[in-house]
């Protein structure tokens, strides 16, 4: 089946230069020494925010720098349509952006910023679809001094087509649902999940649909989570297997660190956090892809954090640390969106299309202890947006929605790897909701129910 049609609009390059010529009053604190942030804003589409860098007036550009992407939208069909569609009561689409001096942020209520001045870019994003559009890229003059000088503000704006593979699970996770491929009006199954509690024989075999792993009294499973029963509250054992039409298995999700109450509270701490492999089939055993850890937020947020890390191939090998390729937090009352996108840097740029219940911007820069260019793993291998997947809020029926993009597919097992990942991450609201709400009985082993 044909993948559905997204376009990605980014927003980057930013940058401020301020008129040697302007001196403001000495009350007012120069933008060359404090912070500058803007706002950018589409539509109906929540508003992204992003820290814009000071550069001398001098310089021509900020090219020879490593520019962030700053804000980025995720249109669909549907939301191109949408934007497309004339109204005698809508002006002309435009991306709004406000620029700020100050440090991003309220005091007693009150928005930190001095407003700088306003640009707006005219969009056509009609023919987005078939090629990439440049929308602008240079300066802008923004503001006015008493001496009639004006600062100058630079960005990119930009349209490419970034078609996408849309899974859609037909039930919750725990409920072991089919998964179907989505394509317009039309929709196919191509998956099957299976939930299941991993037991104490299981550590050492994962699946009976698998080999078990030869040369060696102890599994891998082992050197990636804690193998020891802990007192107390604990939600251990989960794990969701995606099989392909055919019954096989294609991937899948293990909990191999428990989550666990943190001493004198009832929630998973972050510095305790529980954690999932991710796991692709390999020469009959499991292999694994990546980690996921999840944990309750304290705080006024009192969200989901997560962190997950691509595991390098060290062929057997378990030294090399991961890449962490999203890191960030969910609303557990809203739910949101986990994605992961690699053109997102630091530097105060959120990613995916962020959603009203996100507690904070996801910040999915590549990290890690080594430093890792362009041209390495995993860079070589993931580009640009790699997937989304949509999160619903504690007690909300949860059907994951995954987006996941072409480049990033080249058998089933991609596809199903995305998949196990998603859901996951899914799971993870269940496993951190505080441990005075019971879960469902899905969740809950026998030894739970009778208890």
Same mark, same amino acid.
């Given at each position: ?199 104490? &024989? ?7 649909? #698998?080999? %078990?792993?030869? /040369? !060696? ?5 082992? *050197? ?96 090399? &640390? ?7 937090? #969910?609303? %557990?009352?809203? /739910? !949101? ?5 690699? *053109? ?105 129910? #009778?208890?």
């Amino acid at each position: 089946m044909d993948p559905c049609p997204f376009v990605r609009l980014t927003v980057g390059n930013l940058a401020l230069k301020i008129p040697v010529a302007s001196k403001p009053a000495r009350s007012v604190v120069h933008p060359s020494s404090s912070p500058c942030f803007c706002k950018i804003k589409l539509k109906h589409f929540p508003l992204h925010s992003a820290i814009v860098p000071f550069i001398l007036p001098d310089a021509h550009s900020p090219d020879s720098q490593v520019q962030p992407i700053a804000a980025t939208f995720h249109l669909s069909k549907s939301d191109l349509d949408a934007l497309a569609a004339k109204s005698i009561f809508a002006s002309k689409l435009c991306l709004k952006i406000s620029i700020y001096t100050g440090r991003r942020g309220t005091t007693c209520g009150v928005s930190s910023g001095r407003l700088l001045g306003r640009v707006s870019v005219p969009l056509d994003l009609a023919g987005t679809l078939a090629k990439p559009t440049v929308f602008h890229n240079g300066w802008i003059s923004v503001g006015k001094d008493a001496k009639g000088s004006s600062a100058q503000f630079h960005l990119n704006v930009k349209a490419e087509p970034d078609p996408r593979f849309v899974f859609q699970f037909d039930g919750e996770p725990e409920c072991s649902p089919q998964v179907f491929q989505i394509q317009g009006n039309i929709s196919q199954p191509v998956f099957t999940c299976k939930f299941s509690f991993r037991t104490t &024989a299981d550590r050492h075999h994962r699946s009976r649909s #698998l080999q %078990s792993e030869q /040369g !060696g009294s102890r599994s891998w499973l082992s *050197s990636f989570g804690s193998e020891r029963e802990r007192p107390g509250k604990e939600r251990k054992g989960w794990s969701i297997t995606v099989h392909d039409l055919s019954g096989s298995p294609v991937a899948a999700a293990s909990m191999v660190t428990p989550f666990v109450a943190s001493p004198g509270s009832d929630r998973v701490s972050c510095s305790n956090p529980g954690s999932w492999l991710i796991l692709r089939p390999s020469d009959g055993t499991w292999k694994p892809w990546g980690r996921l850890e999840a944990w309750r937020e304290r705080g006024g947020s009192d969200g989901l954090g997560y962190r997950f890390e691509l595991i390098p191939d060290t062929n057997g090998g378990m030294s090399a &640390a991961g890449i962490v390729l999203a890191e960030s937090t #969910l609303s %557990s009352n809203k /739910g !949101g969106k986990f994605v992961i996108d690699m *053109s997102c840097r630091a530097g105060g740029g959120s990613n995916g299309r962020a959603t009203p219940g996100s507690a904070t911007s996801p910040a999915c820069s590549p990290r890690s202890s080594g430093d890792y260019g362009y041209g390495l793993w995993p860079y070589c291998m993931y580009r640009g947006f790699v997937m989304s997947a949509s999160v619903e809020g504690e007690g909300r029926c949860s059907k994951p929605t995954v987006e996941v993009s072409v480049p990033h597919v080249n058998c089933t097992e991609d596809a199903a790897a995305f998949v196990a990942l998603a859901a996951a991450v899914d799971l993870s609201v269940d496993a951190c909701r505080l441990f005075s709400q019971r879960l469902r009985k899905e969740l809950c082993q026998q030894v739970d129910l #009778l208890g």
